[in-house]
C-alpha cells in the first residue's frame, strides 16, 4: 500500500486559514469516508482532530474542518493561532481493512 | 475514558524478536467497541500503521511488514502485544499503540522509542 499525499508543508501568518490536502485513490480515501485527521506536537504523540472525513472529537476548536472531493480529503484551519504549529497527517482506511497515513505536513504559523 | 501505556525493552539487536506491550485501563481490550493497534514512526519521519486485534483475536497486519508482525490480546491482564521478528536498523522507531474506532486513531499512548543496534 502506497501512503497518502500531502504537501510537506503549508505556512500562514495569524489569523489566517489554511488547508492541508491528502491525494489517495479509489481504494482508499475516495472510496470510504473513513478519513481521519492528526496533529502532532514535537515530541508528543498525535492527537485526533477529524474523524469520518468532517467530525470533530469532543475538545477539538471548531477552528478545525475536514472535507473530501473524489480521491482528496482536506484539512482546513481557520484564524491561525500559535499553538496550530505543528505536523499533521491524514489517514485513511483501505480495501484491504488497512488503514494508511500520509506523508505529514509541517504547519508553520509565520 | 480510555488510557494506554506501551511498555518493553528501549534497545533490541539485529535479528532478534522486538516485544512490546500495551496496558488498557479505563476499558476492556475484550470490548467490541474498539480495536487495538500499534503504530510506528521512525526518527524524523512519518507514521506507520502496523496493524491492530479485534476482541475476537482477529488481526489485520500492514502488507508490507505482515510476514514479520504477531499482534495479540491478552484478556486477563487487559493489554495487548506486539511482536516484530527479524529487525534490522530499518525498525528503529517511536512506537505507539491506539485504540481505533470507525477508522480513527484515539486515544493514543505517549510512545516508546525502540533502537535496533548491537
Known amino acids: 500500500q502506497s501512503a497518502l499525499t500531502q504537501p510537506a508543508s503549508v505556512s500562514g501568518s495569524p489569523g489566517q486559514s489554511i488547508t492541508i490536502s491528502c491525494t489517495g485513490t479509489?481504494?482508499?480515501?475516495?472510496?470510504?469516508?473513513?478519513v481521519s485527521w492528526y496533529q502532532q506536537h514535537p515530541g508528543k504523540a498525535p492527537k485526533l482532530m477529524i474523524y469520518?472525513?468532517?467530525n470533530r472529537p469532543s475538545g477539538v476548536s471548531n477552528r478545525f474542518s475536514g472535507s473530501k472531493s473524489g480521491n482528496t480529503a482536506s484539512l482546513t484551519i481557520s484564524g491561525l493561532q500559535a499553538e496550530d504549529e505543528a505536523d499533521y497527517y491524514c489517514?485513511?482506511?483501505?480495501?484491504?481493512?488497512?488503514?494508511?497515513f500520509g506523508g505529514g505536513t509541517k504547519l508553520t504559523v509565520l | 475514558q480510555v488510557q494506554l501505556q506501551e511498555s518493553g525493552p528501549g534497545l533490541v539487536k539485529p535479528s532478534e524478536t522486538l516485544s512490546l506491550t500495551c496496558t488498557v485501563s479505563?476499558?476492556?481490550?475484550?470490548?467490541?467497541?474498539?480495536?487495538w493497534s500499534w503504530i510506528r514512526q521512525p526518527p524524523g519521519k512519518g507514521l506507520e500503521c502496523i496493524g491492530y486485534?479485534?476482541?475476537?483475536?482477529?488481526?489485520n497486519y500492514n502488507p508490507s511488514l505482515k510476514s514479520r508482525v504477531t499482534i495479540s490480546l491478552d484478556t486477563s491482564k487487559n493489554q495487548f502485544s506486539l511482536n516484530l521478528s527479524s529487525v534490522t536498523a530499518a525498525d528503529t522507531a517511536v512506537y505507539y499503540c491506539?485504540?481505533?474506532?470507525?477508522?480513527?486513531?484515539?486515544?493514543w499512548g505517549q510512545g516508546t522509542l525502540v533502537t535496533v543496534s548491537s
Open positions: 491506539a485504540s481505533l474506532n470507525t477508522a480513527a486513531f484515539d486515544p
Open positions: 479505563g476499558g476492556s481490550v475484550s470490548s467490541a467497541t474498539y480495536y
Open positions: 486485534v479485534y476482541y475476537s483475536g482477529t488481526t
Open positions: 479509489s481504494s482508499d480515501v475516495g472510496g470510504y469516508n473513513f
Open positions: 469520518e472525513v468532517s
Open positions: 489517514s485513511s482506511y483501505t480495501s484491504s481493512s488497512t488503514l494508511v
